[in-house]
């Protein structure tokens, strides 16, 4: 999984390899959390990005992210990178799919 980031006016690209089982379940939770509840953008934004930093195990801050992605572009791709953890083969055991298949 990979995002770039403008920092100090340069580009930068931050990768990882690895999502963990708590990471994975965390996604779970916030996506529970949230269903059936009224929830502002600008909250729903600021968890996201919080998320996306722990995913990349704080291999950028907080603010370097915020400040790193286009505005236009920061939904889209908090979105990308929290359903790309979703979208592991773990989900398919909560959908009542054997793991081993």
């Known amino acids: 999984m990979k995002i770039t980031l403008r920092i100090d006016g340069k580009e930068k690209e931050f990768v990882t390899d690895f999502i963990s089982a708590r990471k994975f379940r965390k996604a ?3 996506n529970e959390k949230d269903k059936g509840k009224e ?5 729903s934004l600021d968890k996201l990005a919080e998320y996306v930093v722990t995913v990349f195990d704080n291999q950028f801050t907080l ?12 939904n889209s791709e908090l979105m990308r990178i929290f359903n790309e953890v979703l979208g592991l083969e773990g ?5 009542g799919q054997d793991e081993g298949k």
């Open 63 to 74: 603010d370097e992210l915020w400040e790193g992605i286009p505005a236009g572009k920061i």
């Open 91 to 95: 989900l398919a055991v909560i959908d």
């Open 28 to 30: 779970l939770e916030l």
């Open 39 to 43: 929830v502002s953008l600008l909250e």
